[in-house]
Antibody
Framework: EVQLVESGGGLVQPGRSLKLSCAASGFTFSDYNMAWVRQAPTKGLKWVASISYGGNNTHYGDSVKGRFTISRDNAKSTLYLQMDSLRSEDTATYYC??????????????WGQGVMVTVSS | DTVLTQSPALAVSPGERVTISCRASETVSTLIHWFQQKPGQRPTLLIYLASNLESGVPARFSGSGSGTDFTLTIDPVEADDTATYYCQQSWNDPLTFGSGTKLEIK
């Protein structure tokens, strides 16, 4: 059974940093691209960042580019999101999601339960 | 960015047929996917690549469309289908989601 379990969320002051983790199990982690998607309270879903299966290629949304870093440790089957220079607008539930690629076309097929990040003084 | 427009809310009775629309601001080919999110839960995949039913999803759910206009159909609707439904495109960069359609079962 595919499982994605996020951790590392919490309350942080504006301008500070936080690192999220996503522990994967039930599949060969190193075979899949992975992503982070966030959801502000009472709002919709927004893609944050993606990383290739080997970790060599990363891609970011404009709102986090230069502040967030996505990475992975395939030996530990874990995905990370380093969040620096946090702003109040980064307050959201952050989901880890697996990219499945079907004949070259990607989509998110599994999601974690989410972890809450609150940026406030 | 590709904007996906969804109607904000719908209310239907159990047993009825409901269609949820998603209109893209530019072509996305058939790279539209549909997710269901129940209150307090994670999103789950229903339909991928516009019309393919994800494994384990009831056949009451179906998807159609290409280019800029897409539809998610639930027939018949059940009480457990109360949720917000999101479309998402992966044709253009960046990946974007619709704002969601909240489905209420009367």
């Amino acid at each position: 059974e595919v499982q994605l379990v996020e951790s590392g969320g919490g309350l942080v002051q504006p301008g500070r940093s936080l690192k999220l983790s996503c522990a994967a199990s039930g599949f060969t982690f190193s075979d899949y691209n992975m992503a982070w998607v966030r959801q502000a309270p009472t709002k919709g879903l927004k893609w944050v960042a993606s990383i290739s299966y080997g970790g060599n290629n990363t891609h970011y949304g404009d709102s986090v580019k230069g502040r967030f870093t996505i990475s992975r440790d395939n030996a530990k089957s874990t995905l990370y999101l380093q969040m620096d220079s946090l702003r109040s607008e980064d307050t959201a539930t952050y989901y880890c999601a697996r990219h499945y690629v079907y004949y070259g076309s990607p989509y998110f097929d599994y999601w974690g339960q989410g972890v809450m990040v609150t940026v406030s003084s | 960015d590709t904007v996906l427009t969804q109607s904000p809310a719908l209310a239907v009775s159990p047993g009825e047929r409901v269609t949820i629309s998603c209109r893209a601001s530019e072509t996305v080919s058939t790279l539209i996917h549909w997710f269901q999110q129940k209150p307090g839960q994670r999103p789950t995949l229903l339909i991928y690549l516009a019309s393919n039913l994800e494994s384990g999803v009831p056949a009451r759910f179906s998807g159609s469309g290409s280019g800029t206009d897409f539809t998610l159909t639930i027939d018949p609707v059940e009480a457990d289908d109360t949720a917000t439904y999101y479309c998402q495109q992966s044709w253009n960069d960046p990946l974007t989601f619709g704002s969601g359609t909240k489905l209420e079962i009367k």
